[in-house]
């Protein structure tokens, strides 16, 4: 939980900074891109010991990022870095996306299906849930067929539960619930 709550604040500082300068776009790209380079399980190993002085992790952070992102952003991690919590920087992307997201009036959805939806399926779903919650939807979709049918839509905190497992379980709960009478 500290990791989470610890990447939301640097989000919203990092997201006010993006706002009053008028670079929000420019500041996705580049914790995107030192997401990316944090990825390396070896860079990020190093960038985080404690055991390696903090002068020479922000020295190879900025060796890597320098002239590829702005001023701020190679700051930022470096702040990180001096910390010990680089590897936060994935968490930070998420949750400054979910920011950039409320303020451009876009929702998050993820689509369960059983089997891989077609782009007319996509579409028509994504049509629905933007009905449902009024704003635009930008979604993803994955495959679990253990769903057995139907679907399964998270938006936000609303989850709309239309698969043909769920279904199933509750005829059964209820012929259960008979049968015991």
């Known amino acids: 939980m500290p990791r989470a709550a610890s990447a939301t604040r640097y989000a919203i500082a990092v997201f006010q900074i993006a706002l009053e300068q008028g670079e929000l776009d420019r500041w996705l790209d ?5 997401a990316r380079a944090l990825e390396n399980r070896e860079f990020a190993d190093y960038v985080d010991a404690p055991q390696v002085p903090m002068n020479r992790r922000i020295e190879i952070v ?3 990022l320098e002239g590829s992102v702005a001023p701020l952003a190679l700051n930022l991690v470096g702040l990180l870095a001096s910390r ?3 590897h936060v920087i994935h968490d930070i ?3 400054y996306q ?3 997201d409320s303020n451009r009036g876009v929702e ?3 689509v369960v299906s059983a089997v891989e939806l077609d782009d007319e399926q996509r579409w028509r779903v994504a049509e629905l849930l933007q009905s449902i919650v009024g704003k635009e939807v930008r979604m ?3 495959v679990e067929p253990q769903i057995l049918g139907g679907l399964i839509a998270r938006v936000g905190d609303r989850v709309i539960d239309g698969s043909t497992r769920t279904r199933l379980n509750a005829m059964r709960r209820v012929i259960v619930e008979r049968v015991s009478y």
Do not use: F, K
């Open 98 to 100: 979910r920011l950039l």
């Open 108 to 110: 998050r959805a993820e």
């Open 84 to 86: 010990g919590i680089a």
């Open 30 to 34: 580049d914790l995107t891109l030192a």
């Open 62 to 64: 900025r060796s890597a």
């Open 140 to 142: 993803t979709a994955r």
């Open 93 to 95: 992307v998420e949750q």
